[in-house]
C-alpha cells in the first residue's frame, strides 16, 4: 500500500508522561494493523500547565515550572525537529520514552545524551534543555495540538482527517498495557468510531493499574 493511501494521525506527545508513551506504542502497532501513518508533534505539559500551578501537588509544581525537569525533554524534542526536520520526532521519541520510562532512567542528562545517540542525533542537541531559544515553536506545536481538543485535557492528543474534511481529535486513549495486533485494531477502530459522533465527549473508569512496560 503506498504512503498516500495512508491515513494520516497526527499525535501530540510530551515525552516525559508515561500515558502518552503507553498510547504511543499502541499506535506504533496499529500502523502495523490499519493503513494507518503516524506523523509525531509536541506539545508540553508544562506549558499546558503553567497557569494553574497553584493547583498542582507540590512535587509536579517542581517539575513544571520554569526551569523544571519537564521542560528539558520537549525542548530537546523541539530543537531537534526545528533543526533536523520533523521526520527526526519518532525515532527521537522512541528512544527517550525507552531510557525515560521502560529502563526507568527519568529525565537525566544522561539519559536525554544517550536518546539522541540512539536517534543517530548529536549529542550538542541536549544543550537546548536548558534554554528557551526554542520556546516561541515548542508553544506554537502545543497550541495547535491543543487547539483541536481544548484545555481539559493531557497528552497524548491524537487528530485524523474525517469522512467530511473537519479533523477528529481525541485526548487518549489512556490504556495499558499497550495493545497489540488486533486488539490494537479494534482499540483503533473503536475510538474513531465515538470519536467521530458530533457531541459525543468522553467515556472513563477509575484507573486501577499504572503503566506496563512491555
Same mark, same amino acid.
Given at each position: 500500500?503506498?504512503?498516500?493511501?495512508?491515513?494520516?494521525a497526527?499525535?501530540?506527545?510530551?515525552?516525559?508522561?508515561?500515558?502518552?508513551?503507553?498510547?504511543?506504542?499502541?499506535?506504533?502497532?496499529?500502523?502495523?494493523?490499519?493503513?494507518?501513518?503516524?506523523?509525531?508533534?509536541?506539545?508540553?505539559?508544562?506549558?499546558?500547565?503553567?497557569?494553574?500551578?497553584?493547583?498542582?501537588?507540590?512535587?509536579?509544581?517542581?517539575?513544571?515550572?520554569?526551569?523544571?525537569?519537564?521542560?528539558?525533554?520537549?525542548?530537546?524534542?523541539?530543537a531537534?525537529?526545528?533543526?533536523?526536520?520533523?521526520?527526526?520526532?519518532?525515532?527521537?521519541?522512541?528512544?527517550?520514552?525507552?531510557?525515560?520510562?521502560?529502563?526507568?532512567? +527519568?529525565q537525566?542528562? &544522561?539519559? #536525554?545524551?544517550?536518546?539522541?545517540?540512539?536517534?543517530?542525533?548529536?549529542?550538542?542537541?541536549? @544543550? =537546548? $534543555?536548558?534554554?528557551?531559544?526554542?520556546?516561541?515553536?515548542?508553544?506554537?506545536?502545543?497550541k495547535?495540538?491543543?487547539?483541536?481538543?481544548?484545555?481539559?485535557?493531557?497528552?497524548?492528543?491524537?487528530?485524523?482527517? +474525517?469522512?467530511?474534511? &473537519?479533523? #477528529?481529535?481525541?485526548?487518549?486513549?489512556?490504556?495499558?498495557?499497550?495493545?497489540?495486533?488486533? @486488539? =490494537? $485494531?479494534?482499540?483503533?477502530?473503536?475510538?474513531?468510531?465515538?470519536?467521530?459522533?458530533?457531541?459525543?465527549?468522553?467515556?472513563?473508569?477509575?484507573?486501577?493499574?499504572?503503566?506496563?512496560?512491555?
Open positions: 500500500m503506498s504512503e498516500s493511501a495512508k491515513t494520516p497526527d499525535f501530540w506527545f510530551d515525552p516525559v508522561c508515561p500515558w502518552a508513551w503507553m498510547t504511543s506504542r499502541w499506535m506504533l502497532e496499529v500502523e502495523k494493523v490499519r493503513p494507518v501513518e503516524v506523523r509525531w508533534h509536541v506539545m508540553s505539559l508544562a506549558v499546558l500547565n503553567e497557569n494553574r500551578i497553584d493547583e498542582m501537588p507540590e512535587s509536579y509544581r517542581e517539575r513544571i515550572r520554569p526551569g523544571g525537569s519537564s521542560w528539558a525533554p520537549v525542548r530537546v524534542c523541539i531537534a525537529e526545528q533543526q533536523y526536520g520533523s521526520e527526526v520526532l519518532g525515532p527521537l521519541y522512541t528512544a527517550l520514552g525507552t531510557r525515560m520510562h521502560n529502563q526507568g532512567l +527519568g537525566s542528562r &544522561e539519559a #536525554i545524551q544517550a536518546a539522541l545517540q540512539d536517534a543517530g542525533l548529536p549529542a550538542s542537541l541536549a @544543550e =537546548a $534543555a536548558d534554554t528557551d531559544a526554542y520556546d516561541k515553536q515548542l508553544r506554537a506545536s502545543h495547535e495540538g491543543i487547539d483541536l481538543v481544548g484545555q481539559e485535557v493531557g497528552t497524548p492528543v491524537i487528530a485524523v482527517p +474525517g469522512a467530511d474534511g &473537519e479533523q #477528529i481529535a481525541f485526548f487518549g486513549p489512556v490504556v495499558t498495557p499497550a495493545p497489540k495486533g488486533e @486488539e =490494537a $485494531a479494534k482499540l483503533w477502530d473503536g475510538t474513531l468510531m465515538v470519536a467521530s459522533i458530533p457531541g459525543f465527549y468522553e467515556i472513563k473508569r477509575t484507573r486501577t493499574a499504572g503503566p506496563v512496560f512491555d
